[in-house]
């Protein structure tokens, strides 16, 4: 039968006007030739890899935060792990965390103690 759009779990091959299917079972919505999640089945959450790859995810990557319950969002630049796209919790080496910040130095009056400025 015809339909106006494929149904979730299937992408359109305009080809020949079918509907083929995602390759991972996770994808609501995927793009030809089906191994490109667009979107996720809840609960799982889009995550674009550094290779640029679209997957569907239990759980966000290192790096990475949830946003809106719905997809993963690279954290900040220097960031290893963070909340949000503006507060860090950890910071790749060697910079150091302070406020919530990934910063080169610590400022004056801290002290860097395991990557994380301490105020003296």
């Known amino acids: 039968r015809c339909l106006p759009s494929c149904p979730a779990g299937f992408f359109a091959l305009p080809s020949s006007r079918t509907c083929g299917e995602c390759v991972n079972n996770h994808c ?6 089906g191994t490109a999640c667009t979107s996720c089945k809840s609960p799982f959450l889009l995550e674009v890899d550094l290779k640029g790859v679209q997957q569907c995810v239990s759980v ?61």
């Open 60 to 120: 966000c990557s290192s790096g990475f935060f949830s946003q809106n319950g719905r997809s993963c969002t690279r954290c900040p630049a220097g960031c290893l792990s963070c909340t949000d796209s503006s507060h860090c919790t950890s910071c790749t080496q060697p910079q150091y965390l302070h406020q919530g910040s990934c910063v080169d130095h610590c400022p004056l009056s801290f002290l860097a103690v395991h990557g994380v400025c301490h105020q003296l």
């Open 28 to 33: 609501e919505t995927c793009e030809y030739p």
